[in-house]
């Protein structure tokens, strides 16, 4: 599972508003907080991921991806689907499409 907001914030949000921290801990792995992806395509869009001591994925085999293309690909595939599928209609729209 790889994390949009990475679960280190949430913890540290849980521990200083404790009365959110039930439900901060129920977003760390909420579908709208990350996908489910493969351990490459995590190593190559979270720098924290520890992949070598894993024996998995050297750092030389699999880059790290630039942050400009890193962050949008962490966003949770339901929002993006969303945003890619409104914005296609706004177009289509503004084209005059039926």
Known sequence: FSHFIPARTIRNL???LPGFARSLK???R???NG???SPAFHAMTDPLRWVAKQGVF???RVPLL???LRYPLRVPFPISGGLLGGFSGIGH???GGD
């Open 58 to 60: 050297p750092r030389e």
């Open 93 to 95: 729209s503004l084209l």
């Open 35 to 37: 996908n489910y992806v």
């Open 30 to 32: 909420c579908p709208l």
């Open 14 to 16: 849980a521990e200083r």
């Open 26 to 28: 129920a977003f760390d």
């Open 66 to 68: 630039p942050a400009v």
